[in-house]
């Protein structure tokens, strides 16, 4: 496929857009504490508009001084930071993509410690459970805050934007204006359709009158808000209407939900691209004005169908621009395994945003480090050992930085651990993360050494300068009697298609690899049972990823048992305590299955130190963690030699 659709241009207003791919406002906390954008910031824009993407949208931005919701939000209720957002919006322009930047005030999400000043909405409906009530915003505050968003895209227009995009999604706060669900206001915002579209119409009246009809002016929707009472997609067909005949927008920006369901806002691995499609397609059908569309989007194929059916005009592809910002480049030159997919892990994207951290990516930690990338001084010879993820990072790296590298590898295989992750349901899309990164080391020219262990005798003959030990984890086995006599199979070894199973299974720990382990084993039909030392299965696993983990449960009737202790192993079952003191036994299955934790395997560094000048050790090697860990520390390594 050449993806023709997605590599035409698009008129928006004033506007015009050279391709369909768009970098969705996403928070990085790269920008500066006092509101202005960095050096980072510049970097990372620019790397995505370098890499082929025709709209950049700057985050979400903070247009009222009382409202700032992070400590690295950029801002722009001050004169003060336009410079800064004309560093990155030159950087993106010399690059030829087109600017946008969302203009929000985050309602009942703002942080009110970081703000200084009380949280409001439209009314006092706190957003989730742990937040607090906010207050009801006054008709006078409501208008400044109108005059704040002026004055915000004003500033964007003075920098170099192109376009403006007005946050009416998410249950921020002019969305708690247009649902019914948070919207019980009985004065000229409150009640019927026309008074709760007031907000936005009013913000949208006065940046137009600010800014002259001269830049483009969006608005980012939620195509429901999936929860009762909330917008329906009925509701959101109307909305979109009124802003495009009433308003006079140029374009709509469509996503979904509120923080009560963040799954439908940035979905697991489970979900795949194009899972609001439907709702998309129900608002383009009744407006004429362009519409853009986001939801899990990876690879380009669904997304060039959706505009060649008419059912969007431009694609976000919002998490898959931080796991690589060439997308758009490599999708027309046709290298696809060479694009590095988002896999969804909600590792170091969503979790480092809301803590005020600049985000990472397991996928790219070279995501808001783009400035770091430079070709070596001196070129090494370079020896890593291990093919999991960490090693396959610092061997593609060092060797696109200009080293000479040898990947050796024990097995017959790469990938390591994470290659037997993409097994359990859901989880395919790590498959082609596992292919991307060996693409790239033979792209990149490093030497694979397959069914090769590296010995004392093997290091000393291959002489390099530089050796880099990512040999990984093995699986937990703790002292526990009968664990070592009566044939429990270890849960990677099931997963490698080394064991099988009898049809009633129990398996033994419930983290993240146990209850995945479970759900596989579940979906094929086995009688399933796990046991958990803590309170809680899957405690280790993202909030987004273990709604579907428990829903696969129920679905499969796998029966649970939380706060145990295994105390004693046997053929058939095991014996536990529970907090309490007392001791039971759970007994009748045909195969018991091992998941209780990994430790770090690396039984080489101490020899190398008087063999090798440099010697590196990452990952899992130093103990076992997760795979955001491996791939940022192999950068690290990578670009240090």
């Given amino acids: 496929m050449n993806f023709e659709n997605m590599f035409k241009p698009i008129q928006i207003g004033p506007m015009n857009v050279p391709n369909r791919f768009v970098v969705p406002p996403m928070g990085n906390n790269f920008a500066n504490t006092d509101g202005s954008l960095s050096e980072k910031s510049k970097n990372y824009y620019a790397a995505r508009a370098k890499g082929g993407f025709g709209l950049i949208t700057i985050e979400s931005t903070v247009v009222y001084y009382k409202s700032k919701g992070g400590p690295r939000k950029p801002c722009l209720f001050d004169d003060s930071v336009i410079d800064s957002f004309k560093n990155v919006i030159d950087a993106c322009h010399a690059e030829g993509a087109k600017v946008s930047v969302q203009l929000q005030h985050a309602g009942p999400d703002v942080n009110q410690s970081i703000a200084g000043y009380p949280i409001v909405a439209a009314s ?5 459970d742990g937040h607090p009530t906010p207050q009801i915003l006054t008709t006078e505050e409501i208008y400044d805050i109108i005059e704040a968003y002026g004055d915000a895209a004003l500033r964007a227009m003075k920098a170099g934007i192109d376009a403006v995009e007005l946050h009416c999604a998410h249950g921020y706060l002019v969305s708690t204006f247009i649902s019914p669900r948070t919207n019980k206001r009985v004065d000229e915002f409150g009640g019927c ?10 913000i949208i009246e006065n940046i137009r009158k600010k800014t002259e009809g001269k830049i483009a002016i969006l608005a980012r929707i939620n195509a429901q808000d999936d929860v009762l009472g909330g917008l329906t997609v009925q509701d959101s067909t109307a909305v979109a209407v009124y802003l495009e005949e009433v308003c006079k927008i140029d374009a709509l920006h469509v996503s979904r939900a509120t923080h009560l369901n963040d799954e439908c806002m940035w979905a697991p691995t489970t979900i795949h691209g194009g899972f609001s499609s439907d709702l998309v397609s129900s608002i383009k059908e009744v407006v004429n004005i362009p519409v853009i569309t986001v939801g899990r989007f990876t690879e380009p194929q669904y997304a060039d169908v959706m505009v060649k059916q008419g059912r969007a005009d431009l694609v976000a592809f919002g998490r898959q621009s931080l796991a690589d910002p060439e997308t758009p480049n490599k999708s027309r030159d046709g290298k696809l395994e060479l694009m590095t997919p988002c896999i969804a892990c909600l590792q170091g994207c969503v979790p480092n945003m809301f ?7 397991l996928a790219n930690p070279l995501l808001g480090r783009e400035g770091e990338l430079t070709m070596a001084k001196e070129s090494k010879n370079v020896l890593v050992i291990g093919g999991g993820v960490g090693g396959m990072q610092a061997a593609w790296v060092s060797a696109l930085r200009g080293h000479k590298v040898t990947l050796v590898e024990k097995s017959y295989t790469l990938g390591g651990q994470m290659r037997l992750a993409a097994y359990p349901p859901g989880k395919g899309d790590i498959t082609n993360l596992v292919r991307n990164f060996i693409a790239r080391c033979n792209e990149y020219g490093v030497k694979v050494l397959l069914n090769t262990e590296a010995t004392e005798e093997l290091v000393k003959e291959m002489n390099p300068d530089v050796c880099i030990v990512a040999t990984g984890a093995t699986p937990l086995i703790l002292p526990i009697p009968g664990i070592n006599d009566v044939g429990v199979i270890n849960a ?4 490698d298609g080394k064991k099988a199973c009898g049809t009633k299974v129990l398996v033994v720990g419930g983290g993240m690899v146990g209850a995945e382990t479970a759900e596989f084993l579940a979906e094929q039909e086995h009688e399933v049972s796990i046991i958990e030392f803590k309170d809680k299965i899957a405690g280790d696993v993202a909030k987004e990823h273990r709604k579907y983990i428990m829903e696969a449960f129920d679905r499969h009737n796998v029966e649970s048992i939380t706060g145990a202790k295994v105390a004693e192993f046997y053929t058939d079952g095991v014996k536990y305590e ?20 990994s430790r770090n395997y690396d039984p080489i560094s101490e020899s190398l130190k008087d063999i090798v000048k440099e010697t590196y050790v990452i990952g899992d090697a130093v103990r076992a963690r997760r795979a955001l860990n491996a791939t940022a520390e192999a950068l690290d390594v990578a670009l240090s030699i």
């Avoid at 529970?578 to 934790?597: I, Q």
């Fill in 355 to 361: 803590q005020g951290k600049p985000i990472t990516c």
């Fill in 578 to 597: 529970l907090a309490d003191g007392s001791v039971h036994e759970v007994r009748g299955f045909d195969s018991v299955v091992l998941a209780m934790g």
């Fill in 193 to 202: 359709f026309e008074n709760r579209m007031r907000l936005p119409r009013l």
């Fill in 124 to 128: 006092p409906i706190p957003s989730k």
């Fill in 492 to 495: 990677i070894d099931l997963l």
